[in-house]
């Protein structure tokens, strides 16, 4: 099994209880890359300030550089939560406004 993050089952209840990061490879044998995995924000049972701030950690301390964040919300939704939004502005205190640029919202 190669799989860098723990898939769940298809249910209600989140996968994903903390931040954690992994390597890989592009297709397996390209360039290498790290990806962040976050519990989704008013998705868990933990505060959304405490996985914010999880996040922002490990996004300060990794290796290297971050060249894209990729922002997965329920396309059910017309607006962004207060999470979202507060998550959105730390993110902007880390990175400045160049994170518009390499930001992709899916």
């Keep these: 099994d190669d799989c860098l993050f723990q898939v769940c089952p298809i249910?209600?209840?989140s996968c994903t209880k903390q931040t954690t990061n992994g390597n890989?490879?592009?297709n397996?044998?390209?360039e290498p890359f790290k990806v962040v995995d976050t519990p989704g924000i008013a998705?868990?049972?933990q505060e959304d300030d405490l996985i914010i701030q999880e996040m922002t950690d490990v996004l300060k301390n990794s290796d290297g550089y971050s060249s894209s964040i990729l922002l997965l919300v329920d396309?059910?939704?017309t607006r962004f939560d207060k999470g979202v939004q507060s998550m959105l502005r730390q993110l902007r205190a880390l990175f400045?406004?160049?994170?518009w640029e390499f930001m992709t919202i899916g």
């Design 75 to 77: 396309g059910r939704e």
């Design 96 to 99: 400045g406004e160049q994170l």
């Design 11 to 13: 249910s209600l209840d």
């Design 24 to 26: 890989g490879t592009w």
């Design 43 to 45: 998705e868990t049972d």
């Design 28 to 30: 397996g044998n390209g």
